[in-house]
Nanobody, 122 residues
C-alpha cells in the first residue's frame, strides 16, 4: 500500500508555470512507476505523464509533450510535474498515481492521490 498526497495547485495566468508535488508514504516509493492524470469538469480522466520507478523512462500525452516534465526524487519519496506554458485548456484536477509496472508504458495504477486543482486564467 502507498498513500499519495498532491500539492502545488492553484490559480495560474495563461503562459505561466506551476510545479505539482506528490509525496508518497506507506511503501517503498521506488518500487512504483508514477503517473499524473487530470480531469476537467464534465470531462473524462486524461492521462498526462508517466515515469518509471527508477526515473529512466518517461512518457507523455501529446497534449502536454514539450510543455510538461515529469520527474521524481526517490530519496524524498516525491514525484513532480513541472508545467510550463499553461493555457486554459490545462485547467483540471490533477491526480498523482502509482503502481507496479511490468511493462512500459504502465497499463494500470493501483494508488491515487486526492487531487489538486489547477486553474489557468486567460
Amino acid at each position: 500500500q502507498v498513500q499519495l498526497l498532491e500539492s502545488g495547485g492553484g490559480l495560474v495566468q495563461a503562459g505561466g508555470s506551476a510545479r505539482l508535488s506528490c509525496v508518497a508514504t506507506g511503501r517503498t516509493f521506488s518500487r512504483y512507476s508514477m503517473g499524473w492524470f487530470r480531469q476537467a469538469p464534465g470531462k473524462e480522466r486524461e492521462f498526462v505523464a508517466a515515469i518509471s520507478n527508477g526515473g529512466v523512462r518517461t512518457y507523455y500525452s501529446d497534449s502536454v509533450k514539450g510543455r510538461f516534465t515529469i520527474s521524481r526524487d526517490n530519496a524524498k519519496n516525491t514525484g513532480y510535474l513541472q508545467m510550463n506554458s499553461l493555457n486554459p485548456e490545462d485547467t483540471a484536477s490533477y491526480y498523482c498515481s502509482a503502481g507496479v509496472s511490468v511493462s512500459w508504458p504502465p497499463r494500470k495504477y493501483d494508488y491515487w492521490g486526492q487531487g489538486t486543482q489547477v486553474t489557468v486564467s486567460s
